[in-house]
């Protein structure tokens, strides 16, 4: 089998953890030094470890850059180690007498390197969770405290995983398969927690990016078939570094409090008190209540200035004089104030408004917008109207500065959006079932509300509200694509590809959803062996240069450009996608049997082979592959033992179910894989290829009979 290298330092290592590496190694050197760690990709490490490195010293490393073994360079001490994938780094000595240096001896030299990096293992492991081999909490904790404060675009993710499961090894086994997942992402770090938690430090940088990258991870986990995942997301340097970890605990509670699929901002915590929907203070909302006290009709306004903080006189003040006898105005501060109109709100309101706002602008140059609301509405308590005013004034934002909007179905729809990207989905849902009361069927909202419950868990609810807007627009291309999430989410592969090749023929599709519709077309006709018809989607996926998805369009390729016999642009894809990511499981072995099935390298084949299961040994796919090359250098027997690993590790899998037909009757055991056989054909869950095969393999055992 293949050995790996988790003993061996990495990059990584060296980018999260040079000081206590430069630390350890200064500790070891038997003379005072000044010690530097410089390595491939040196300018990006996480910590701020002091000053530039000299030019002087960068010049050495230069020229000692294919020295193995430590050498003296200008009265520079230069020290090399290898780390995992054949990359290397050097430790520099300096700052101490030249004289000094040069009397230790080559062997002596040579002991210290082994010596340093035996200890630079030891070191690692204090940081590395022994069961997964990522980085752990006190790997993290050193991180939060020691980043450097000028890396404000790295933002920490603390990820929250459930497990559904029965025995201890069903836990470990999901815990590796989601490490391996993780691993695949564009990060800069990945720490393992402990009880399912994950970290993740990637570079996003502002608010709006960090929240995208929040719902992506999200779905990406989701896609993967992780059932209840919670994420809360931090930018890794703030002013609060103590309280981080706590304000980021804090926020995965309110994640959990979401849904299956929750996500929080801790900066969303800290700024509570500014929620665009909060209430008032007490003292305005008191005057308030005081107004619509008694009343079994009002209407409530919300007048606001675009650009706060900007005028001189309170909007307070340049509204009163516009009042009538029946109105009232509550200041919530400076630039908002709340304008009471006893009687249900009317056209003459609107109009009304219109003119106060037009004179605002016309007597300060202040450009106002108004959010309006009305009661009784639905089952909004009066209190309720002050946050729809609110939500009315978010509707206006989408449009034209200074505009007037009334609360209504569309409000509802803006403050769904808003609490669905903010990882609320409870509220959301709560949000357009609202707005669909005050417009039935109206398509946006059923559309939104079917994605909501779908991050609740809520599919044969989400299917009902996608199939009421097709029913009104059979070509509508959101429902289209979300009824194939939908299926997919159920294990309805076939309905699914039906959905999404429904999605597909809508003309404008690219500039609705992007190109995630051809990452699900390219899997599913590649999971039905339909080759043919993923090469001509991954190709409008490649033209279309989606570089967030390279590392899964190149491995699809692989595999369409396998089934269809172009095994040398199948090998070139895979290829491509190991540069892109080396650690890739599932291009690893698919390159490896390549290389076994088509002579291009038995050794080099069997050692992908052998290297991907070392990375996974609970991916079935991987021990399926491996069977497979087994099988045809001759080996039952080994391939026999590997299928069944594979059989173990998913019991419906029906093509290593035929290969374990195939590997039995290689070895004159007939019965027995004519038994596999017969047990497989009875099943109803087969794809078509998959029942064909077996047929076709049932009439070859029983002409040779």
Not at 133 to 140: C, D, F, S, T, V
Not at 357 to 373: F, R
Not at 424 to 444: I, W
Not at 520 to 549: K, N, S
Request: proline share 3%.
């Amino acid at each position: 089998m293949y050995i790996n290298q988790s003993q061996r330092i990495t990059v990584k290592d060296c980018s999260l953890l040079a000081p206590v590496l430069e630390q350890e190694v200064r500790r070891l050197f038997p003379v005072p030094a000044a010690v530097r760690l410089w390595y491939e990709g040196n300018k990006e490490s996480f910590i701020s470890v002091g000053p530039e490195f000299p030019e002087r010293l960068r010049q050495c490393i230069v020229e000692a850059e294919k020295s193995a073994a430590p050498c003296f360079i200008d009265g520079i001490l230069l020290c090399p180690i290898s780390l995992a994938d054949e990359q290397r780094a050097f430790f520099v000595f300096f700052d101490t007498d030249p004289a000094l240096l040069k009397k230790f001896s080559s062997d002596w030299l040579h002991t210290f390197q082994e010596t340093v990096r035996e200890h630079l293992v030891m070191v690692r492991q204090v940081y590395l969770d022994p069961e997964t081999g990522l980085y752990n909490i006190r790997a993290m904790e050193y991180l939060v405290h020691e980043v450097s404060d000028e890396q404000d675009q790295l933002a920490l993710y603390l990820i929250s995983v459930h497990f559904i499961r029965r025995s201890n090894k069903g836990i470990f086994r999901k815990i590796k398969y989601l490490s391996r997942l993780l691993c695949a992402t564009d990060n800069r770090g990945l720490f393992f927690l402990g009880q399912g938690l994950f970290a993740l430090v990637v570079e996003r940088d502002g608010q709006k990016q960090r929240r995208m990258y929040a719902h992506r991870l999200q779905k990406y986990l989701r896609q993967k078939g992780v059932q209840k995942v919670h994420i809360a997301f931090s930018s890794l340097v703030n002013e609060k570094k103590d309280s981080l970890q706590a304000d980021l605990f804090q926020a995965l509670a309110v994640a959990e409090r979401r849904g299956p699929f929750g996500l929080c901002d801790t900066d969303v915590l800290r700024k509570d008190a500014h929620h665009p929907f909060s209430l008032p203070e007490k003292k305005p909302l008191r005057k308030l209540r005081a107004l619509w006290r008694g009343k079994d009709s009002f209407t409530l306004a919300l007048f606001s200035r675009d650009a706060h903080d900007t005028a001189t006189d309170t909007l307070a003040t340049l509204l009163l004089p516009q009042l009538t006898k029946q109105q009232h105005c509550v200041a919530c501060g400076n630039d908002d104030v709340f304008v009471f109109s006893a009687g249900s709100l009317s056209s003459h309101h609107v109009s009304r408004f219109k003119e106060m706002a037009a004179s605002v602008y016309s007597s300060g140059g202040d450009v106002v917008s108004v959010g309006v609301s009305r009661f009784p509405c639905l089952k909004f308590t009066k209190t309720d109207i002050i946050r729809n005013c609110r939500k009315a004034l978010m509707h206006a934002s989408f449009y034209d500065a200074g505009s007037i909007v009334a609360f209504d179905h569309l409000s509802l729809n803006v403050s769904g959006d808003y609490s669905f990207d903010e990882g609320d989905f409870r509220h959301a849902v709560r949000e357009y079932s609202l707005g669909l009361q005050l417009y039935p069927g109206e398509k946006n909202l059923l559309n939104s509300l079917g994605v909501a419950l779908m991050e609740m868990n809520r599919v044969h609810a989400a299917i009902e509200s996608f199939c009421l807007v097709l029913a009104q627009e059979p070509d509508n291309h959101m429902a289209l694509v979300n009824l194939g999430y939908a299926h997919l989410r159920q294990g309805n592969d076939l309905q699914a590809l039906e959905y999404f090749e429904k999605a597909l023929a809508v003309h404008y599709h690219l500039s609705m959803a992007g190109t995630d519709i051809y990452r699900q077309l390219a899997r599913l006709y590649c999971r039905m062996v339909r080759y043919q018809e993923a090469l001509a989607v991954l190709d409008r996926w490649r033209q279309a240069q989606d570089d967030d998805g390279k590392l899964l369009l190149y491995r699809l390729s692989g595999q369409a450009y396998a089934g269809t016999g172009e095994t040398l642009k199948a090998m070139q894809s895979l290829q491509s996608a190991l540069r892109l990511h080396p650690h890739d499981v599932e291009s690893m072995s698919m390159l490896g049997l390549l290389y076994v099935e088509q002579g291009e390298g038995e050794e080099a084949g069997f050692l992908l082979l052998e290297k991907a299961l070392s990375l996974d040994e609970n991916d079935c796919e991987s021990w399926y592959r491996y069977a497979r090359a087994l099988l045809f250098a001759g080996r039952e027997k080994e391939a026999l033992a590997a299928v069944g690993r594979s059989l173990r590790l998913s019991r419906i899998h029906a093509t290593a179910m035929v290969l374990q037909a195939r590997i039995l009757d290689a070895l004159d055991r007939k019965d027995q894989a004519r038994k596999v056989l017969d047990r497989l054909i009875k099943r109803t869950d087969l794809l078509i290829f998959e029942r064909r095969e077996t047929e076709l393999l049932l009439r070859e055992f029983s002409e040779a009979a």
